[in-house]
C-alpha cells in the first residue's frame, strides 16, 4: 500500500495529517538497534517538521507520524522501502485539528527487549550531539570536574560557544527532562543537573557579534514565565546578550502583574519570556499566550519586541503566533542578532518608539 498524497492532496501546505500503520520486523533488533532508530528518527523527523511514536513490541513496529503531508510524504517513501520491516499495513490517514505528539520528534516506546533508561536518548546528527548520554552520566553523578574537563576539551578542538550550546548543553536539558518525565531521575536530580549546566554554559563564550550591532546598545529585559522554576535558558541568555554589548536586566517574576510592572518601568527594546528548556510545558501554553499580552499592554506606546523561549519552541510543538510572541527561539545561540533585526526591522515601520 503507499500513501495517498497527491499534488491535489498537499495543499494547503499548512493541513496537519496524522498516519498510522503497522508492520514486522525483518531482524531481531537488540536495545542498542531500537536506540540508534529512534535516534535516527527524532532527526529525521525534526528536518522535516514530524512527531509521532514508535512503538515496537513482540516482532512488530507500531508507527504514528503527523505533520504536513509534504513532510509525510517525503518520510513515506524511505518508510515503504527500508528493508529492516515488511507486511507493512496502513491503519489510518486522515487530517487532524492539533498534533497528539507535539512534543515529541519521536516518542520511542519497546516492550520485550531489556529496556535502557530514556536519558541515554538522543538526537543524531551531529556530531557534539551524540555525547549527550556521556554528559548525562557526569550530570547524574555530580561530576562537575568532568563536565567542565569536557566542554574544556570541546573548545580547545576549535568548537565555538554557539555550536555547543545548541547541540549539547540545550539537548542535554532536554534529555534530563526526559529522564524525569520517566522517572529515571528524581525532582532533585534534574534541579541539580539543570544547575550544573547552567554553571557549564557561563564558560562557554559566544560567537563574536558584528560591531555595527554591538554599538546598537540595545536593552533587554530576560524573564522567566511566571512561576517557572527552571532559569537555565534566561541564565544563558543574559551571557549572550552581555557579550553582543546589550544592556542587560533579569527578573523571575511570580505573576503577569509583576512581569508588566517592570516593563512599563524600564521600557526595553525587547522582552524574552522563558519556559524551562527540559520540559515540555504544553500545559502552560495559554498561560504564556495572556503573559505575552498583559506585556504589550504594560507600555502600549513602546515598540517592544517580544520573544519566548524554552523546550515548547525547541522542539516546534508550538510557535510564536500562537503565543502572539514576535519571535520564538529554538536555541539561545544567536538570539541577540535575530531580536536586534526585529527592532530595527520594527522602528523602521513605525518610527522610534
Not at 524574552?272 to 506585556?295: F, M, N, Y
Request: with cysteine.
Amino acid at each position: 500500500m503507499t500513501l495517498q498524497l497527491d499534488d491535489a492532496t498537499i495543499k494547503p501546505s499548512d493541513w496537519t495529517t496524522s498516519i498510522t500503520y503497522q508492520s514486522k520486523v525483518t531482524f531481531r533488533p537488540t536495545e542498542a538497534d531500537l536506540r540508534e532508530l529512534a535516534w535516527k528518527a527524532r532527526e529525521r523527523n525534526h528536518t522535516l517538521g514530524l512527531t509521532g511514536m514508535l512503538l515496537y513490541d513482540r516482532g512488530r513496529f507500531f508507527q504514528t507520524l503527523e505533520g504536513s503531508p509534504v513532510g509525510l510524504k517525503t518520510l513515506w517513501d524511505s518508510i515503504s522501502k527500508d528493508p529492516r520491516h515488511c507486511d507493512i499495513e496502513i491503519l489510518s490517514e486522515h487530517i487532524i485539528p492539533a498534533r497528539l505528539f507535539g512534543a515529541w520528534d519521536m516518542l520511542s516506546v519497546h516492550g520485550d527487549v531489556a529496556r535502557d533508561s530514556d536519558i541515554r536518548r538522543a538526537e543524531a546528527g551531529h556530531e557534539l550531539t551524540r555525547l549527550v548520554p556521556a554528559l548525562i552520566d557526569l550530570v547524574l553523578h555530580g561530576d562537575d570536574i568532568g563536565m567542565n574537563q569536557t566542554i574544556a576539551s570541546l573548545a580547545e578542538k576549535g568548537w565555538d560557544g554557539d555550536a555547543i550550546l545548541t547541540h549539547l548543553i540545550e539537548p542535554t536539558a532536554r534529555a534530563l527532562g526526559d529522564a524525569w518525565l520517566s522517572d529515571d531521575c528524581s525532582e532533585f536530580d534534574l534541579t541539580i543537573g539543570l544547575s550544573m549546566l547552567q554553571l557549564a554554559g557561563h564558560a562557554v563564550r559566544s560567537t563574536p557579534v558584528p560591531g555595527k550591532l554591538r554599538q546598537s546598545r540595545y536593552s533587554i529585559l530576560l524573564a522567566t514565565a511566571p512561576g517557572e522554576p527552571h532559569t537555565l535558558g534566561t541564565s544563558l541568555l543574559a551571557d549572550l546578550f552581555t557579550d553582543a554589548g546589550w544592556q542587560v536586566d533579569m527578573v523571575f517574576p511570580d505573576s503577569n502583574q509583576a512581569l508588566a510592572n517592570q516593563l512599563a518601568a524600564q521600557q526595553p527594546d525587547a522582552v524574552d519570556i522563558g519556559l524551562s528548556e527540559a520540559l515540555p510545558r504544553e500545559h502552560t501554553l495559554a498561560k504564556l499566550r495572556q503573559t505575552v499580552e498583559r506585556s504589550r499592554f504594560a507600555a502600549p506606546d513602546h515598540l517592544t519586541v517580544v520573544s519566548v523561549g524554552g523546550r515548547l519552541f525547541a522542539d516546534a510543538a508550538a510557535t510564536a503566533e500562537n503565543v502572539g510572541a514576535d519571535h520564538a527561539r529554538k536555541t539561545v545561540a544567536g538570539t541577540s542578532i535575530q531580536l536586534a533585526e526585529l527592532i530595527k526591522l520594527k522602528r523602521q515601520q513605525h518610527g522610534p518608539g
